[in-house]
């Protein structure tokens, strides 16, 4: 199919081809001036020939569809399987609007989809300086920060960080970045609050000293050493 004189589809043994010195351009585009809500703009279907497992059919779509009144729309992404008769079932799977983007089903972002987890996220490499998951204000300040070993970081409004955990070593920290015990807080007014009279217990284990704190209506003295 020529136009002025310049080749703009051809067809091949694979298919057709759309074709310009500046990029080939595909348009599908509504004549119905008067739109609304949920009508589509155009479509194209993948269709599926093989019913050695299924039946035969469309079973992936991408839909431009109106999501307001002819001011704008929204781009959809569907995928579907058939494994009996009857045509196959389509599901949405993202939608792109003006308002935002919705995933439906799960997502895996840099691995394998996992059966279980609806989002899974992999770091680039298994590293301290690469990053598999950062969590911002709408500020774009960091607020929680995963890296490829697992070490991960809670921020405060401040930008200060609030909770470290050290992955490598196992450790806690609470107020700062660099815990250098299992559990290491550094702050004011540590409070130990146990309204079921249960206590606190710091106790080494394999050896016999330890240290109780109980609550001060218990009958065991509120501190009690070895």
Known sequence: LFHNGSAKIATTATGIDVQSSTG?????????????IGEDVGRIDFYNSDASTGSTGVQARILGEQDTAGDSTALKFFAGNSTGSG??????????????????????????????????VAAPSTSTSAYGLEVTNASSNTRFLVD?????????TDNAIGMRWDAVNSRLGVGLSSPSGTLHASGTNFIFDTPDGSGVVIQRTGNAAHLHLFPAYSSVPTIMGQ
Do not use: C, H
């Open 24 to 36: 080939g351009v595909l348009t599908l585009k509504t004549t119905d001036t008067a739109g609304a």
């Open 87 to 120: 045509d196959p079932t389509l599901n949405e799977r993202l939608d792109l609007s003006t308002s935002g983007s919705k995933f439906s089903g799960r997502v895996a972002i840099g691995k394998s989809l996992v059966s279980t987890v609806s989002l899974s």
């Open 148 to 156: 490829g070993v697992g070490n991960s970081w809670f921020y405060k």
